[in-house]
């Protein structure tokens, strides 16, 4: 398949002469007199590279480049000049254009500009491809059920997601905090940019203002060369800061700086560094509150919550748990190359009765597991965890306590005696596994 070149130029005997040098290499080159009919070839041929002259009829060719990279983002541009400027150079460039040359002098570097224009086109599609994916992977769509809590929830995140607004997204561990702050990034202006998450809880305040800033190298032991933070990383993106109510105050001072001046200090920096970032945060805890009792500062809460959105507990969405549950079991027979599966009256009867404290990541890591477990076409209530059947038949302790025993031994035999993924499985700790396996006596 032949690479497509498009040539805009007014001069007929040039284009003519240009577009012949240019086929003589192989390439499918397409003519255009002017720039709307250039636009309009550019609208319906996968064009790779433009050479554009800057004098047209009907455009400075300087200022067609921004025109021309709305169609075709990925496209390279050459500007063409008979009277080359270091100005017009230095904006074509600042434009997006891939380099710009004089007419006649540079003719002998035309066809080598072209190739390298043309490899840089092709990579720059295949990340613009890339990027779209994962846009489309993030979207709201992928936000799965239909209740009114979630549909109320989702129609905020749409309206804020258009703007460079700092979000708070609040509500109960595993209902979704990360997928919301995705889908409003990769909805934004901002989607073809770095999206970064972080985890406040996830480090000590000194190593946690270390990975947000950066350093300097001498800024501290073992800082043997600078270090760019992730506020750097986001640049021109958004930050997702999950559980910010765990960050201490002096950090949540600094945070403070960067929302209300996009600046901040690297550790053991005395300069000054600047950083175009959106910020959306998300907690499980009630600012307000921690702020009136001193643990989080008043100034930063009301800074951050210009725009909260509450998304709702499987608790308040009920009739969405089946749709949820449906969808992982799908995700996941697919994941282990099994046949479909059926559900069970009774299974469906208990996942709509579970209290569902960890809310969908508990929902999604019970699917995972019943997947795995499951040696029939249909998924039985005997496949979930024993705390299930707990919440019902809450008066036989003996019974239960078989169930768990069998339950962790399928486990055990599923994972080949792995402990620590049979841990994971079973979502208990490793010390705990090994205390049942004692406590039951099974032979592991």
């Keep these: 398949m032949q690479d497509n070149i498009l040539i805009i130029d007014d001069e007929k ?3 003519s002469l240009l577009a012949r040098i240019i086929e003589l290499e192989g390439f499918r080159v397409f003519q255009a007199a002017n720039g709307k009919e250039g636009l309009r070839i550019l609208k319906a041929e996968n064009i790779l590279v433009v050479l554009s002259d800057v004098k047209l009829p009907d455009f400075n060719g300087v200022e067609l480049v921004k025109e021309i990279k709305k169609i075709r983002p990925a496209a390279e541009v050459i500007n063409l000049t008979a009277f080359g400027t270091i100005a017009d150079g230095v904006m074509a460039m600042r434009n997006g254009a891939f380099d710009y040359i004089t007419k006649g002098d540079d003719n002998d570097k035309i066809i080598p500009l072209v190739y390298r224009a043309i490899e840089k086109a092709k990579l720059s599609g295949r990340l613009y491809e890339l990027e779209n994916k994962i846009s489309r992977k993030y979207n709201f769509d992928f936000i799965l059920g239909k209740s009114r809590a979630i549909r109320e929830a989702v129609s905020l995140a749409k309206k804020v997601a258009g703007t460079s607004t700092t979000v708070l997204l609040l509500g109960e561990t595993g209902t979704g905090k990360e997928v919301f702050a995705q889908a409003i990034h990769y909805e934004g202006a901002r989607k073809l940019k770095p999206f970064v998450a972080v985890n406040c809880s996830g480090f000590n305040p000194n190593l946690l203002e270390s990975e947000l800033f950066g350093y300097k190298a001498g800024a501290f032991t073992g800082a043997v060369k600078d270090k760019r933070g992730l506020l750097e990383e986001a640049h021109e993106g958004t930050i997702f800061l999950d559980e910010i109510g765990e960050m201490s105050l002096d950090l949540q001072a600094k945070l403070l700086r960067v929302l209300e001046s996009q600046t901040y200090i690297k550790v053991g920096d005395t300069q000054t ?15 307000k509150e921690e702020a009136e009792q001193g643990r989080f500062r008043l100034d930063l809460f009301y800074r951050l919550s210009v725009f909260s959105i509450d998304l709702p507990p499987l608790s308040r969405r009920r009739e969405d748990i089946m749709a949820i549950a449906m969808h992982y079991l799908a995700e996941f027979t697919a994941k282990v190359n099994k046949p479909e599966f059926t559900v069970s009256k009774e299974f469906a009867r208990l996942l709509a009765e579970h209290h569902w404290k960890g809310n969908i990541r508990e929902l999604k890591n019970v699917m995972e597991r019943v997947v795995i477990l499951a040696d029939d076409t249909e998924i039985t209530e005997h496949l979930l965890p024993f705390e299930f059947h707990n919440e019902v038949k809450g008066n036989d302790p003996l019974n239960m306590q078989e169930m768990e025993k069998q339950h962790i031994i399928k ?10 993924e049979t841990s994971r499985l079973l979502q208990i700790g490793l010390t705990t596994l090994y205390r049942k396996i004692d406590e039951y006596k099974i032979d592991s």
């Excluded at 560094?273 to 600012?287: E, M, P, Q, W």
């Excluded at 486990?411 to 620590?420: I, Q, S």
């Design 13 to 15: 005997k040039i284009c």
């Design 273 to 287: 560094s600047k950083v175009n970032v959106r910020v959306i945060a998300a907690t499980n805890r009630d600012l």
């Design 411 to 420: 486990v055990l035999k599923y994972t080949r005696g792995n402990k620590t």
